[in-house]
């Protein structure tokens, strides 16, 4: 299996504040690597596919980046509702697995 | 538009088999390139992908569950199926079903049903 590592695990920040977290495969998923935010008792949100797609809808203050091992995704500036969970999932092969989550708050 | 929604029971024995049901409207499960998936999502944890059927009836699942689980349609009833065997407590999670369009989830997974907690006690 193709493992996902997330960092930080958990971090605090302000409203405005520009937001990085990275995501690392064990081995090249090459760009297929999508990002989720996620908030409590609530069904994960597709926010990038194919590790740089904005999904419909999603606001371009998300952006993602990187390519075979290494993924960033970054929100320009943090807004209240963005505090959340955000994780990050490769679609290269099966079995699909997901990152272990950061956790976005203040 | 597309929505999903997940059922089944709430509560199951150690076991026991689960069975939770997906029914969804807005798009067809006959369509070239459709898929629906189940993950799941212990209380506090990760998420955890288990199982994908395809528009065609191509089927994927998590090796390490794979000899437990079942994945099947519907398509007449909109609706896909999965089943659990030999259920524990260590499967106590939220299970999702969720949409994805083309090939192996390559663009995500785009809409998700709203989850049903399972827990698993005697």
């Known amino acids: 299996d193709i493992q996902m590592t997330q960092s930080p695990s958990s971090l605090s920040a302000s409203v405005g504040d520009r937001v990085t977290i990275t995501c690392r495969a064990s081995?090249?998923?090459?760009?297929?690597l999508n990002w989720y935010q996620q908030k409590p008792g609530k069904a994960p949100k597709l926010l990038i596919y194919?590790?740089?797609s904005l999904q419909s809808g999603v606001p371009s203050r998300f952006s993602g980046s990187g390519s075979g091992t290494a993924f960033t995704l970054t929100i320009s500036s943090l807004q209240p509702e963005d505090f959340a969970t955000y994780s990050c999932?490769?679609?290269?092969?099966?079995?699909?697995?997901f990152g272990g989550g950061t956790k976005v708050d203040i | 538009q597309i929505t999903l929604k997940e059922s089944g029971p709430t509560l199951v024995k150690p076991t026991q088999t689960l069975t939770v049901t997906c029914t969804f409207s807005?798009?067809?499960?006959?369509?070239?390139?459709?898929?629906v998936s189940w993950i799941r999502q212990p209380p506090g944890k990760a998420l955890e992908w288990l199982a994908l059927?395809?528009?065609?009836?191509?089927?994927r699942y998590r090796p390490s569950l794979e000899s437990r689980l079942t994945i099947s349609k519907d398509t007449s009833k909109n609706q896909v199926v999965l089943t659990m065997t030999n259920m524990d407590p260590v499967d106590t999670a939220t299970y999702f079903c969720?949409?994805?369009?083309?090939?192996?989830?390559?663009?995500?997974?785009?809409?998700w049903g709203q989850g049903t907690l399972v827990t698993v006690s005697s």
């Open positions: 059927i395809y528009w065609d009836d191509d089927k």
């Open positions: 999932q490769q679609s290269y092969t099966s079995p699909l697995t």
């Open positions: 807005g798009f067809s499960l006959s369509t070239s390139g459709v898929g």
């Open positions: 081995q090249t998923i090459y760009s297929y």
């Open positions: 194919a590790a740089s």
């Open positions: 969720a949409h994805s369009g083309g090939g192996l989830a390559v663009a995500g997974f785009d809409y």
